[in-house]
């Protein structure tokens, strides 16, 4: 790991808990369909695989989705009122995971590369960074609407690649997910897991990444 020159990072569960306003912006949207809402620590564990994803989660009451049974017509209503919600709750409650921020400011003195790589849509990743103070260490943003398909199919990770200029084997991921594991792995990249974040209540260590670390400043010692 101490060869590494590139550092992609997922968002949501990693950097920061974005839960409390995901969870504001989800139970609005159900309002507004008349709908039951849910507790912030149910909708913790539908987080990760973008926000269409979110939205059947929420409609459907599971983490576990049937296309089949949802109704298009409501889905494109609940995206559009969830988008609207997710706007206007942004940052209320959002904060950044303990020592995330000089953790940043250490890999940004050191030299590296830095990427955000995440499911969340790209709309919401710039204003967000900016409001937490973190948008001048990432030199490249891929949000989940940037490629084709979303992680953990790595082509997020490869574009990102591609706009830093770096290589499989100077890189490394960091995240909270399976999704971050899987992607890395897929291309042979090497990865780091957070212990903490959001990965569906499931130990992260099952699927293998290459570290796993329970505090983010751990990092430093790694890279």
């Not at 050191?110 to 709309?123: H, Q």
């Not at 971050?180 to 992260?204: F, H, Q, R, T, V």
Request: proline residues 4%.
């Amino acid at each position: 790991m101490k060869s590494k020159t590139t550092i992609l990072f997922d968002l949501d569960g990693t950097l920061i808990d974005s839960v409390p306003d995901l969870a504001l912006a989800i139970n609005h949207m159900l309002r507004e369909l008349g709908r039951d809402e849910f507790s912030q620590e149910s909708i913790r564990y539908w987080v990760g695989n973008g926000a269409p994803m979110l939205i059947k989660r929420a409609l459907v009451g599971d983490v576990d989705v049937d296309d089949s049974l949802i109704d298009k017509e409501l889905f494109d209503r609940a995206t559009n009122i969830y988008m609207r919600a997710y706007h206007q709750y942004l940052s209320v409650a959002t904060t950044t995971y303990p020592k995330v921020d000089s953790t940043l400011e250490e890999l940004s003195k050191r030299g590296f590369k830095m990427a955000i790589v995440t499911n969340k849509p790209y709309e919401f990743v710039p204003p967000l960074l900016k409001n937490l103070n973190l948008d001048r260490y990432f030199d490249v943003i891929i949000g989940g609407d940037s490629c084709e398909s979303k992680k953990p199919n790595p082509q997020m990770l490869e574009c990102a690649l591609r706009e830093l200029n770096s290589s499989v084997k100077q890189s490394v991921m960091v995240g909270d997910s399976k999704n971050d594991i899987l992607s890395a792995k897929s291309i042979s990249m090497d990865s780091i897991a957070l212990s903490y974040g959001y990965n569906y209540a499931e130990d992260i260590s099952t699927y293998s990444p290459d570290v796993v670390v329970d505090n983010f400043d751990e990092i430093l010692n790694i890279l």
